[in-house]
């Protein structure tokens, strides 16, 4: 179970990173987990003095968010990276890769969610 973990509303995320930064955390990395509502789980995870403090914001699939790459540079990275494997989009981001931060021209989109996992069955010969 990760500790020191707070959930949050959608809408508080830019003033709690805010928080975050002017206390002095540094920004550590983003995860996210795909639940089976089709909703997604954000966690953001900062340190201080060797000290985790993780916020947990529940998004639905099709909203947009913040991206908090104006406030640390280096979130813009994974939001990329997010965007890509999960299809969760962050809106204002520092750098934007337009979708080929990982992926390739031609690969699909979301390979992270559910949904988009495509098993090919082998015929039998």
Not at 87 to 116: S, T, V, W
């Amino acid at each position: 179970m990760l500790g020191n973990i707070r959930e949050i509303q959608m809408k508080s995320i830019m003033n709690e990173v805010h928080k975050k930064k002017d206390r002095g955390f540094r920004f550590v990395t983003m995860t996210a987990v795909e639940n089976a509502d089709e909703t997604f789980d954000l966690f953001y995870h900062f340190d201080k003095d060797y000290y985790m403090e993780n916020i947990k914001v529940k998004v639905q699939k099709d909203i947009e968010l913040q991206s908090i790459s104006k406030i640390y540079l280096a979130a813009c990275f994974v939001e990329n990276e997010i965007q890509e494997l999960f299809g969760i989009q962050f809106e204002g981001k520092a750098i934007n890769y337009g979708g080929h931060f990982i992926l390739g021209e031609d690969q699909r989109g979301n390979p992270m969610c559910k949904n988009q996992i495509v098993i090919e069955q082998l015929e039998d010969k």
